[in-house]
């Protein structure tokens, strides 16, 4: 075969308007995606970008089968998308552990969903929480832990059961920069030894590029894609690699694409934006909670 690269999902004219009262409770329709069109490659790293409020977490939660679209169609392995799908994990901003079960517990979740016997998901929890880096803590509850650990948690909750798809959405946004690089650090091993296509939501140019192979930018409200960029930075990916040439001219070329959507959403249009440099990334007036 060529090197053509198999299609995991494939997003068609896809349509999303949410219902919603103004202030003096009359009806009114807002939509939150258009012609969203996305094709997303089979054990790729594709991350998602966009101004606050275009609809990035609408499309992930069409996709995770939380949401009913309007219109359009999503396929996932070459079958339209419908309901929840039990090959995908799905690992959110706000870790969503259980606080009554302990560590190993809630990693054996999905298997226990799934009937996987006793002996098999306490082995395969361990394993998880080994590859997080949590060994010694699967006896420990989720409010004994660091907000870094339960989101290690919820990452190997998501692993465990071995999805063909994991959709993150924002996961690393509530923790402190040295634990955000860290736990890139370690998708990234695991993604390695995996290869689980992974669609990734963040508001951070660096983490985009840090984790990628593609990133999409997308408009403001209604959302679409506005450009794919390829992130043609070779692996493993040292934690230096943020420092060299060639990830600063990748950080530019996508926040060109992506300042005047942040300035739309954000209805600093028509105010100077601050100027691309890397040294100085204070870009927070425009960007309104942008992370770079
Ligand atoms: N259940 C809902 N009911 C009504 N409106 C909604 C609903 N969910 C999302 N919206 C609206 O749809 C638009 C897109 O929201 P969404 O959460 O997808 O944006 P986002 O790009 O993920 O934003 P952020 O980066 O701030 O998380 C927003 O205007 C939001 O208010």
Known sequence: MSGVPTIKIQARDVRMDFSIADDRG??????ALQDFNLDIREGEF????????????????????????????????????????????????????????????????GLEIRHVPRRERRQTAEHFLHLVGLDGFGHRYPHELSGGMRQRVAIARALAYSPSLLLMDEPFAALDAQTREILQSELLRIWEQ?????????????????LSDRMAVMTHRPGRIKSILEVPLARPRPAEIRHSPAFVQLREQAWDIL????????????????????????????LRGFAL
């Not at 998308?81 to 090959?87: F, L, P, T, V, Y």
């Not at 300042?259 to 425009?286: C, K, N, W």
């Open 46 to 109: 594709f991350t998602i970008l966009g101004p606050s409020g275009c609809g990035k977490s609408t499309f992930l939660n069409v996709l995770a089968g939380l949401a009913r679209k309007t219109g359009g169609s999503i396929d996932i392995d070459g079958q339209a998308a419908s309901g929840i799908n039990r090959h995908q994990g799905v690992v959110f901003q706000g870790y969503a552990l259980f606080p009554w079960r302990n560590v190993l517990q809630n990693i054996e979740m």
């Open 194 to 210: 995996h290869k689980t296509t992974i669609v990734f939501i963040t508001h951070s140019l660096d983490e985009a590029i840090y």
């Open 259 to 286: 300042r005047d959507e942040v300035a739309f959403a954000s209805g600093h249009r028509q105010q100077p934006l601050a100027p691309i440099t890397p040294s100085a990334p204070d870009y927070s007036l425009a």
């Open 26 to 31: 009359r009806k009114q329709q807002i939509s």
